[in-house]
């Protein structure tokens, strides 16, 4: 244990200096003076480091500012694996410091850092580093903690793979970032420093934002040049990242962030990188480069209302996917209802994947119309009717389309199926609403093949006119109405 001390210049503090586990460093109110390192556990050649820790604690610890100091709850220089090592910050930690969960030459995985109730104004924290391959690593922030740095990155890399980091923010009295420090956060970063033409993945990275307020650059997947004097030959393939902003669990301000999908000065291919917004509205600063968002409705949304308000700039590129889906198990939209999922002061908007998404409530879909609109994107309830396709997909269809045809042919059909099969069946029709009612005419036409002389087929087509009154409810849709049909067989 470091306690109650000044710590000399150049020093290397170790929970443990050999062996691969159970390496243990609590530090509490140490100032330290020079280009100094702290270990839970150092290796130079184990093969695996795991379960070792730093944990800072009590009285605030200082490094001083501009030497730089490092911290790792574990690390093993020639070795291959750093798994499941953590460093913890329940004090306050100040100073140009630089914090990692784990570091080894192979693969860094299962590496935290968790700032519970805490407060770190660092240079920079990162859940795992490696030359190679980063995966599954995690920052956790909560507990009312202040956290002021550069950067935070759930997973970095020196020209490997950086798969599956998280970087979790909660609490409503925790603050990242400031006016005076701006803070980088990553779900997942590459640093290309190689020409050989790779395609570098950093995919499956995840920023979750339930509660905070945050003032910074928030990133799911990122890439840049480790010395501006490369040749700039490789690229960084930045996939299924995710930023998620989790209403609901505690007051979340993002009024003063940037969000973006994928970022970074290297050259990169993209898909599928992810702006969900969780049962939460609100104001960020802008958005950019995200392939899709996703909108998990409040229960209480009503028309009219707003979900993210984009005080700058909002962009997306062409072929933008848009799907929504509901927090709770009831909704109190009616068809027609507009929602505006998001508005920017200036928004560049790319052509949508498409422009009718379908979500689901209680088993029962909704089709919701998308549109641009100025700076707004809207999406609209639709009255629509949704019948099973040959594929098992549902198709939706302008519901008034077939309120002739439900009507006309019900009877008929539940009549004839016991002494028949339709074989082929093709129908069309138009209505318009008068009044409370709406009038259609529909024709249709069947071949029908009789289960009593299964050789024996039948044509019939059938014209039919009538009025229907629809009851709706998040439920589902009662259909009732008369009808007058004439037939050719």
């Known amino acids: 244990m470091l306690t109650d001390s000044t710590v000399s210049t150049n020093l290397k503090c170790y929970g443990a200096e050999s062996g691969a586990t159970g390496g243990e460093l609590i530090v509490d109110g140490c100032t330290f003076s020079g280009n100094n390192t702290l270990y839970g556990l150092h290796s130079a050649n184990e093969s695996v480091v795991y379960n070792n820790s730093v944990i800072f604690t009590g009285d605030p610890t200082r490094f001083p500012d501009p030497r730089v100091g490092y911290v790792y709850g574990g690390y093993t220089?020639?070795?291959?694996?750093?798994?499941?090592?953590?460093?913890?910050?329940?004090?306050?930690?100040?100073?140009?410091?630089?914090?990692?969960?784990?570091?080894?030459?192979?693969?860094?995985?299962?590496?935290?850092?968790?700032?519970?109730?805490?407060?770190?104004?660092?240079?920079?924290?990162?859940?795992?580093?490696?030359?190679?391959?980063?995966?599954?690593?995690?920052?956790?922030?909560?507990?009312?903690?202040?956290?002021?740095?550069?950067?935070?990155?759930?997973?970095?890399?020196?020209?490997?793979?950086?798969?599956?980091?998280?970087?979790?923010?909660?609490?409503?009295?925790?603050?990242?970032?400031?006016?005076?420090?701006?803070?980088?956060?990553?779900?997942?970063?590459?640093?290309?420093?190689?020409?050989?033409?790779?395609?570098?993945?950093?995919?499956?990275?995840?920023?979750?934002?339930?509660?905070?307020?945050?003032?910074?650059?928030?990133?799911?997947?990122?890439?840049?040049?480790?010395?501006?004097?490369?040749?700039?030959?490789?690229?960084?393939?930045?996939?299924?990242n995710i930023v998620r902003i989790l209403g609901g669990l505690g007051a979340i301000d993002l009024t003063d962030s940037n969000l973006y999908g994928w970022g970074g000065e290297v050259s990169t291919i993209h898909s599928n990188n992810m702006l969900h917004v969780d049962n939460w509205c609100g104001t960020v600063k802008s958005i950019q480069n995200f392939d899709r968002f996703h909108f998990t409705l409040p229960e209480d949304v009503a028309d009219g209302d707003l979900l993210l308000q984009v005080s700058e700039t909002a962009s997306w590129p062409d072929g933008t996917l848009v799907t929504i889906d509901f927090a709770g198990d009831e909704t109190g939209l009616e068809f027609g209802d507009s929602i505006t999922l998001i508005q920017a002061?200036?928004?560049?908007?790319?052509?949508?994947?498409?422009?009718?998404?379908?979500?689901?409530?209680?088993?029962?879909?909704?089709?919701?119309?998308?549109?641009?609109?100025?700076?707004?994107?809207?999406?609209?309830?639709?009255?629509?009717?949704?019948?099973?396709?040959?594929?098992?997909?549902?198709?939706?269809?302008?519901?008034?389309?077939?309120?002739?045809?439900?009507?006309?042919?019900?009877?008929?059909?539940?009549?004839?199926?016991?002494?028949?099969?339709?074989?082929?069946?093709?129908?069309?029709?138009?209505?318009?609403?008068?009044?409370?009612?709406?009038?259609?005419?529909?024709?249709q036409g069947d071949k029908i093949r009789g289960r009593a002389a299964p050789g024996v087929e039948n044509k019939s087509c059938h014209f039919n006119v009538g009025a229907t009154v629809e009851y709706k409810s998040y439920h589902g849709n009662f259909l009732a109405g008369v009808a007058a049909e004439s037939s050719l067989d």
């Open 77 to 240: 220089q020639n070795g291959n694996y750093a798994r499941g090592n953590f460093v913890t910050i329940g004090g306050t930690v100040t100073g140009y410091v630089e914090i990692y969960g784990g570091r080894a030459s192979l693969l860094t995985f299962e590496n935290t850092v968790t700032i519970s109730g805490g407060s770190a104004e660092v240079e920079s924290i990162i859940g795992g580093y490696n030359d190679n391959h980063t995966e599954y690593n995690t920052i956790t922030i909560t507990e009312d903690s202040e956290v002021k740095a550069t950067e935070i990155c759930g997973g970095a890399t020196n020209d490997g793979s950086v798969i599956g980091n998280k970087i979790y923010i909660s609490g409503s009295g925790t603050t990242v970032g400031s006016a005076s420090k701006r803070t980088n956060i990553y779900g997942g970063s590459i640093f290309v420093r190689k020409d050989t033409y790779s395609d570098i993945p950093c995919t499956r990275n995840v920023v979750e934002i339930s509660g905070g307020t945050i003032t910074a650059d928030i990133c799911g997947g990122h890439g840049r040049y480790y010395n501006a004097s490369y040749d700039r030959k490789d690229r960084a393939v930045i996939s299924d």
């Open 345 to 443: 002061d200036e928004l560049t908007a790319g052509t949508l994947c498409a422009d009718r998404v379908v979500a689901f409530l209680d088993g029962n879909p909704f089709a919701f119309r998308l549109s641009v609109d100025g700076n707004s994107l809207l999406a609209t309830l639709e009255n629509v009717l949704f019948v099973p396709s040959g594929n098992g997909y549902l198709a939706a269809i302008d519901r008034s389309y077939f309120h002739g045809i439900a009507a006309a042919v019900a009877g008929e059909n539940a009549g004839g199926d016991a002494i028949s099969q339709v074989i082929g069946n093709w129908q069309f029709g138009e209505a318009k609403d008068i009044g409370r009612f709406r009038w259609f005419g529909s024709f």
